[in-house]
């Protein structure tokens, strides 16, 4: 079971013991080759705790990657193998994160990675952990990009709406919320999601199974959107340079940033100047005739225009026409900015995961 070109299921003990424990020198750990026989479910490895004068065996089950899928796939194979071998269940895993260690800490089976971390646990008895040594093997598969830029529209659409039937479904959601992506890049997407264990996907449906987890992917991959051109103006009034601007149209031209968008969504009021997001201020500057005035003093609107259309997606338009960036966006927008914006996205995010449906 190589781990890599370089790597292989024989140099796992090895590779293991240049760390020596993962919990310090008052313990040690030793890893051996499981002693292949016939049926069942058998281990991959036999790993020793030692800790003081007690010793402590485990049947570890060993995988090549550590997405979330895998792990949890390792973590059923360790369990069946503890139940046949009478030992307690262990993970071999290229590289374990807090949160994975939080997972198996949960569920209750230890796992020590390559890269130094490791968690050791026998209930009631023993209960080591060992966090933050960085990994040493990063996966090669891009896993931010499902959840940032463009293609991030996919896992948002779930915070949106828990369920689909088909990637179709999806599609059609996307785009009744004003966006815009292809099914190959929904079927990606949801490739990615389905390894990261944040949705489940049956011949029947495709469905969100840990909401607050997808949130925290989005949040870990956000960036700004990319800055091409700005114009400073004093409009007077949001709503007429709204109206004027997106008129009646379903899928707005011209929306506010997530961080001016606070106020729709929390409490608390901005004294900084609004900014808005659009594709192409050639547009907006046409659309907005008369009502277009630049200035550099006395401004109350800047205009960015971005490649990114991310910040257009299930904006919200206010009766006044004044269009908000969606509660998603606005809340990874705030959670990236200080203290006191980092407290409002709090409240944001709370009435995200209440308001799927």
Request: hydrophobic share 35%; proline share 6%; with cysteine.
């Amino acid at each position: 079971m190589p781990l890599s070109k370089s790597i292989s299921e024989n140099a796992i003990p090895e590779i293991l013991g240049r760390f020596g424990s993962p919990w310090g020198p008052e313990t040690e750990l030793a890893v051996e080759p499981w002693a292949r026989d016939v049926g069942g479910a058998q281990p991959d490895f036999r790993v020793t705790v030692r800790w003081g004068d007690r010793a402590f065996e485990f049947a570890a089950e060993a995988k090549t990657r550590s997405t979330p899928r895998v792990l949890e796939e390792a973590a059923s194979r360790a369990d069946k193998a503890a139940d046949m071998t009478g030992l307690w269940p262990m993970v071999i895993v290229p590289y374990l994160s807090e949160r994975a260690l939080d997972w198996l800490d949960e569920r209750g089976v230890s796992g020590i990675d390559l890269s130094g971390n490791g968690l050791a646990l026998v209930p009631g008895v023993l209960y080591l952990r060992r966090s933050g040594r960085p990994n040493r093997y990063p996966e090669s598969q891009p896993s931010k990009y499902a959840y940032r830029g463009a293609t991030s529209i996919v896992p948002r659409v779930f915070l949106c709406r828990r369920e689909f039937g088909s990637v179709t479904a999806i599609k059609d959601e996307i785009e009744s919320r004003g966006g815009k992506v292809a099914l190959s890049t929904v079927s990606k997407a949801l490739a990615r999601m389905v390894e990261d264990v944040l949705i489940r996907r049956t011949d029947a449906s495709i469905t969100l199974l840990q909401p607050e987890a997808l949130l925290d992917k989005l949040r870990e991959s956000f960036e700004k959107p990319s800055l091409k051109r700005t114009a400073t103006l004093k409009v007077g009034g949001l709503d007429q340079f709204f109206r004027r601007v997106d008129g009646a149209e379903s899928r707005p031209r011209l929306v506010l940033s997530g961080v001016s968008s606070q106020g729709r969504y929390a409490s608390g009021l901005r004294s900084d100047q609004p900014d808005a997001y659009c594709e192409d201020l050639s547009v907006i500057r046409k659309r907005a005739g008369d009502l277009w005035k630049e200035t550099e003093r006395f401004s109350d609107l800047t205009i960015i225009e971005t490649r990114d259309r991310t910040p257009i997606f299930d904006a919200r338009r206010d009766p006044s026409g004044v269009v908000y960036a969606s509660p998603v966006q606005t809340y990874l927008e705030l959670v990236a900015g200080d203290k006191r914006d980092r407290e409002m996205a709090e409240s944001i995010r709370r009435s995200i995961l209440d308001g799927i449906d």
